[in-house]
């Protein structure tokens, strides 16, 4: 099949829009979708250093994306980092600063083990919420904010996709939490932004591919709950049929976030993180 803008073939078929696009013009799509995103809510703002947290291909393509974006500006910083989950026996950590070696890019480190209950119980405290333990992983997330604080980071970017946040919301519409969508029970402090939001995961894959990142190994059937498998399986099956279900949980995630946390708050990074594999070189 051609390439509906030019006389290459296509890779891929956009069901929701109706066009069959190459490897290129995917590559254009998505980062025309991330830049819209991103002047949409403003995410990019003088003297911001932003720090990608890397996981797996998909970050690392938002790592790619950003460093391109900014190359001209003298303005803005860009970073990596990582979290080690220690949990897994896998030491992400190496692979993570393989991949910002390529792009010429400083890595940041931490480690899951490296806070304290009493940190996340003084933060606790602090918000006077005693509830923030049943929303939040503070293994993942106050490590993830320490490290950034030490490097001066103003926002964190997740290589969140449409599937991961429309998946967020009807996993907690299923289980009767969308409270937990409006972003406050958690404990991080630092900015999260989500420039791939609004791109599927298929289609920044395809982008990795095409920055020259090869694709991720299956999750292990072992992480993430049996609710969460079923709704992916499940949107999945509706979307074939349904085209723009993906788009249209992502803006009622939105909504029901509200300000300010709207759209980079459907979902938490240590939610996002323990649901990844590591990266892939």
């Avoid at 490097?151 to 964190?156: A, E, L, N, R």
């Amino acid at each position: 099949m051609q390439c509906s803008k030019c006389p290459r073939n296509a890779i891929v078929f956009q069901s929701y829009s109706g066009l069959h696009l190459c490897d290129q013009h995917v590559a254009e799509d998505v980062k025309a979708k991330a830049k819209k995103m991103i002047r949409a809510h403003q995410w990019l703002r003088y003297g911001d250093h932003i720090s990608v947290a890397l996981s797996d291909n998909k970050s690392a393509a938002l790592l790619y994306f950003l460093k391109q974006l900014t190359a001209e500006r003298r303005d803005i910083r860009i970073s990596a980092i990582t979290i080690n989950q220690e949990s897994t026996g896998f030491n992400i950590n190496s692979h993570a600063k393989r991949i910002a070696e390529l792009l010429d890019t400083e890595c940041f480190t931490g480690s899951s083990e490296d806070e304290s209950v009493t940190v996340f119980d003084t933060i606790s405290q602090k918000a006077k919420d005693p509830t923030m333990s049943v929303y939040c992983h503070p293994h993942r997330c106050l490590p993830l904010d320490k490290v950034a604080q030490q490097h001066g980071v103003t926002k964190i970017a997740l290589g969140i996709t449409l599937d991961d946040a429309a998946c967020a919301v009807l996993e907690s519409v299923i289980r009767g939490d969308v409270e937990r969508l409006g972003f406050k029970h958690c404990v991080e402090t630092i900015p999260r932004i989500s420039p791939f939001i609004s791109v599927t995961a298929a289609e920044v894959s395809l982008y990795a591919a095409h920055c020259g990142f090869k694709n991720e190994p299956a999750i292990s059937p072992d992480l993430g709950d049996g609710l969460h498998k079923d709704t992916v399986a499940l949107l999945d099956r509706f979307t074939n049929n349904h085209p723009a279900t993906k788009y249209a949980l992502m803006n009622l995630g939105k909504n029901l976030a509200g300000f300010p946390g709207g759209i980079s708050g459907l979902i938490r990074a240590c939610e996002w993180l323990q649901k990844k594999p590591a990266v892939v070189l």
